[in-house]
């Protein structure tokens, strides 16, 4: 077939290129130098073309990569706050068309300073990523699992109402319950959910964000388990943020005072002990009895330095008296926090041979509900503290949950009865009948026994 004939879109690219115009004139002395010239410019074109799609995918790549970074976590690769926030914008929005609810939750792991202080910042970046996925595994569908930087994880689930959302935050408390294997150890971690939902608690991403954060700090101060929002959790929300400053400050500059409760024998009325109770005397507050910066202290982080102060100025007071001749022991209280701390046998330890106490001249008092939010972990912090010598009671007793299985591997010295019992033993037949069974007890395992009144 000529050439120079037929369809010009199925010929050679060097025809295609030029060199075709000498075929169609007849001059093929020049046919040959036209297509030695043409066919490196179409291989170069080419060449050209193929760099040109591998830059295009290049950058196609890169920005891909950016706009994935820009939205996620570089340490867990979860959602951050920003596609949090642009997720729960679209979900707010789709719940005023089809007015099916929105659950917003934050999570925030308890002690997670302890295990970077402990194990170190590389660990507790492991224990921030193997947490992730687990979150991400015990949840369904569309549902959103985002971490907002440090400790502090967020899920978004669309069609969830207030029952459903806390059937779902019970899951992931049972969920986090099992040990994290990291590096060879078994970490055991506690976290607090705070539980917001649209409409009923906001109709804006930065309302429901703010609600559902007021109930992760109630959880976390209460220590009772996932909390759902409520008006009531956020009243006076800018003094009170005020106020934690103020409490960070009184305890660095020792503005704290301890007030002494006596502890009498009342069979002869002699002084066997004394309880020291912190109380907050404020240069503009006033007098500021513990229900007011306790709970704060709790959610916050500042019951451990304030737990230290409270020991420290305890033992401090118990020598001062023992050299005037008053050798009593002293009763201190611990929040649920301090008595999970790993490191509170240790710190006992130190602050009793600093004040040169005898470890029997010291009692720390507790609650059921502290030991049984983590009997485990209770257990063995009072099994290192009774190896010390120092003594330990269980204040309010007959209020928690604790089982009798549980209270018989305490290491425990004392009970005291809580005094909603011992103040209506006088006209309830049933107070009474709990408080001769308190004391049985207390008798069968050898423990002491009583209650102070207020």
């Not at 760099?51 to 706009?67: Q, V």
């Not at 304030?306 to 008053?326: F, N, P, T």
Request: hydrophobic residues 45%.
């Amino acid at each position: 077939m000529n050439p120079a004939s037929g369809n010009p879109g199925h010929q050679p690219a060097p025809l295609r290129a030029g060199a075709r115009d000498y075929a169609i004139e007849g001059n093929l002395v020049c046919l040959g130098p036209a297509v030695d010239r043409e066919v490196p410019d179409a291989g170069n074109r080419s060449k050209r073309r193929r760099k040109t799609d591998r830059l295009t995918e290049a950058r196609a790549a890169y920005e891909a990569a950016a706009a994935h970074q820009a939205q996620h976590d570089a340490l867990t690769d979860l959602p951050n706050r920003s596609l949090l926030r642009t997720r729960l914008d679209a979900a707010l929005l789709a719940q005023r068309q089809s007015n099916s609810p929105v659950a917003l939750l934050l999570l925030n792991l308890d002690r997670f300073k302890e295990i970077n202080d402990t194990l170190g910042h590389r660990v507790g970046d492991t224990l921030l990523q193997q947490l992730g996925k687990r979150l991400q595994g015990a949840l369904w569908g569309e549902d959103l699992v985002a971490r907002l930087g440090g400790d502090e994880f967020a899920v978004l689930i669309a069609g969830a109402d207030a029952k459903r959302a806390a059937h779902i935050a019970d899951h992931l408390m049972r969920v986090l319950q099992a040990p994290f294997e990291l590096e060879g150890q078994l970490v055991a971690v506690d976290a607090s959910i705070g539980i917001a939902i649209a409409p009923d608690h906001g109709q804006d991403a930065d309302t429901v964000l703010r609600c559902a954060d007021g109930a992760m700090r109630h959880a976390k101060g209460s220590g009772t388990g996932p909390a759902v929002y409520r008006p009531d959790l956020d009243q006076h929300f800018p003094d009170r943020l005020a106020l934690v400053g103020e409490l960070r400050s009184a305890i660095d500059r020792d503005e704290l005072l301890l007030h002494y409760q006596p502890k009498l024998n009342l069979r002869d009325g002699t002084l066997v002990g004394v309880e020291a109770l912190v109380r907050w005397q404020h240069p503009q507050r006033g007098f500021l009895p513990p229900c007011e910066f306790i709970s704060l202290a709790e959610q916050t982080g500042l019951i451990y330095p304030l737990s230290h102060w409270v020991l420290e100025a305890a033992l401090r007071q118990q020598h001062a008296w023992r050299g005037l001749g008053l050798d009593v022991p002293v009763a201190v209280n611990l929040s649920r926090r301090t008595l999970h701390d790993p490191q509170l046998p240790e710190t006992v330890a130190r602050l009793l041979t600093r004040w040169d106490v005898a470890p029997t001249a010291l009692v720390l008092e507790i609650t059921e509900g502290s030991v049984m939010a983590d009997p485990v972990r209770a257990a063995e912090n009072l099994r290192q503290l009774r190896d010390l010598g120092v003594h330990v009671s269980i204040d309010d007793f007959g209020t928690g949950y604790s089982s009798l299985a549980s209270l018989k591997n305490l290491s425990v010295d004392e009970l005291k009865i809580d005094q909603s019992f011992v103040q209506a033993m006088a006209i309830d037949a049933s107070a009474r009948a709990i408080v001769r069974a308190i004391v049985d007890l207390a008798d069968a395992l050898k423990t002491a026994r009583g209650r102070r009144g207020r």
